[in-house]
């Protein structure tokens, strides 16, 4: 094998089918959304998705979370087009993920782990990389016993970023004192971020947040002027970014945090929380929404709820609807005329969209569109923050 088609092997993905469940409160249609999603997280995780299985169930099942006569399916599939990976939609238990590897013969993954995978690979700073490295522990610690059945040699590959074992109380020994260490390195560097933010003036803060990959990157770069990275996948960005923003008359800090998503694994709003505190002590938020995606009502949903989880519920929020340039013929407008950007910004503004409690937006950061309506909001809600504060 020449040094080129060792680099091709080497770089090639690995194959994947997901799977999904129709219970009494998913709907097929939503299921058939989330198993979009759940593809678009592994196409960013490195993995090339060759089918998707569904199945209608009242309950999951406790032995293999899905029926036998599915699980049979799959495993033929699998067999015949040798696939690396099946994930699952949903968090399985450690049961479950034991008895699935049994009778499937490959790697069997969550949601939850690819999640962290993916984290993993996107972990830049020091903070963040200790931050995945905790979630993974803490996700890894229960599922030891499943583990050591194929970690007891390492692997690579996609949800095998984890630490890996030898032993299983050797490491279950071994798992809780890295634990006990990154959560002791965490708080020594939570208590260093915590200094800074006392030590910045006493500026108006403002922080984006919304679902992963709605352009809260692109948001940033545009409104401060900086280089902040911006990727179309999702989770691009992990660290907090900070930038001071200088407009005439009007000086704010603005911050970017991790995107959420559906189903977040709780370790890791759990240990992302200091990072989260941007959001915590933020005197307004932007609350940046992807109006071009069919889902954005059920995002928005999502969004609201973690900041109800992460005690930031009750902040002053500009509801920012991103990405009207990728909407072709809005579903939600019925007017088959071609309409002038006035024209369509006008439309929007008198959609349901619009009515909400919050002063509401319709912009393209991409194309600097309406940009300057949204400096607007901006400046006197800081107005009115900084007049209501003295």
């Known amino acids: 094998m020449t040094k080129k088609q060792l680099f091709e092997t080497q770089k090639k993905a690995e194959t994947a089918v997901m799977v999904g469940v129709i219970t009494q409160n998913i709907r097929p249609e939503q299921a058939d959304e989330y198993l979009d999603e759940l593809e678009f997280l592994a196409l960013t ?135 006990t260490k990154l959560k002791e390195r965490l708080s020594v560097i939570d208590k260093q971020a915590e200094t800074q933010r006392r030590n910045r003036d006493a500026k108006v803060r403002v ?51 991790v995107g959420f998503i559906r189903k977040l694994p709780h370790q890791l709003i759990e240990c992302f929380k ?33 900041l109800t989880e992460i005690g930031a519920a009750d902040k002053k929020v500009i509801l920012v609807f991103n990405k009207i340039d990728k909407l072709t013929k809005p579903f939600y407008i019925d007017d088959e005329n071609e309409l002038s950007p006035e024209e369509y910004l006008d439309l929007l503004k008198n959609t349901w969209m619009a009515k909400s409690s919050h002063p509401t937006l319709f912009v393209s950061a991409a194309n600097k569109t309406n940009l300057e309506a949204l400096r607007i909001t901006l400046a006197d809600l800081i107005d009115n923050f900084e007049k209501n504060r003295k």
């Open 45 to 179: 995780a490195g993995a090339s998705v060759k089918k998707r299985f569904l199945q209608r169930l009242s309950l999951p099942n406790p032995r293999t979370f899905i029926g036998e006569g599915k699980l049979h399916e799959i495993t033929e599939y699998v067999l015949a087009n040798e696939i690396d990976i099946v994930i699952f939609d949903d968090e399985l238990s450690p049961s479950q993920l034991r008895n699935l590897e049994q009778e499937i013969k490959c790697k069997i993954l969550d949601r939850s782990n690819l999640i962290l995978d993916i984290f993993a690979s996107r972990a830049r700073t020091a903070q963040a990389r200790f931050q995945v490295e905790l979630a993974q522990a803490q996700y890894l610690l229960p599922r030891l016993t499943r583990m050591w059945t194929h970690l007891s040699k390492q692997k690579g590959g996609i949800g095998m970023k984890g630490p890996g074992e030898t032993e299983i109380e050797t490491d279950r020994r071994a798992l809780r004192n890295k634990i």
């Open 207 to 257: 922080s984006l947040v919304g679902y992963t990959n709605v352009g809260k990157s692109t948001m940033m770069n545009v409104i401060s002027k900086s280089n902040v990275f911006a990727e179309n996948k999702l989770f691009a960005t992990l660290d907090s970014t900070v930038r001071k923003v200088d407009w005439p008359g009007k000086t704010f800090l603005l911050s970017d945090t």
């Open 274 to 306: 200091s990072t989260l505190d941007e959001i915590r002590e933020a005197d307004i938020l932007l609350h940046v929404v992807d109006i071009s995606h069919p889902n954005f009502e059920d995002q928005i949903n999502v969004v609201n709820q973690t």
